[in-house]
């Protein structure tokens, strides 16, 4: 690697999990790692990966009757709006 550029172990996990793809730097220094070819780490044909939608939801209580939530998911305009409204007191619970 060029003097001041790193390798990290987290890099391969990205790849894997499709959280991003290789630098042309990195991918040149891994093939010259494994001693194979660039082509068949990310053959030409390869089809565009993409990680599946990220849904994270998780409750704890924070106090005796309090409940911490948070949540990290894509969701429609109108759906983010409406659970807003919910947790600004703006609206009622259907």
């Known amino acids: ?3 001041g550029k790193h390798f990290g172990r ?3 996990s990205n790849w894997l999990t499709a959280k991003n793809m ?3 730097l990195q ?3 891994l093939s010259k790692a494994l001693n ?3 082509s068949d780490l990310v053959p030409e044909s390869a089809a565009v990966i993409t990680a599946p939608p990220k ?3 998780s409750l704890s209580m924070s106090g005796t009757d309090l409940v911490h939530m ?3 998911m894509d969701l429609p305009p109108e759906v983010a709006m ?3 409204k919910l947790v600004k007191g703006l609206g009622k619970a259907p």
């Open 27 to 29: 991918l040149s220094v």
């Open 36 to 38: 194979i070819p660039e």
């Open 70 to 72: 948070k949540f990290d």
């Open 10 to 12: 987290h890099l391969p």
């Open 55 to 57: 849904e994270d939801i």
């Open 1 to 3: 690697m060029p003097k």
């Open 22 to 24: 290789p630098s042309p």
């Open 82 to 84: 409406e659970i807003l």
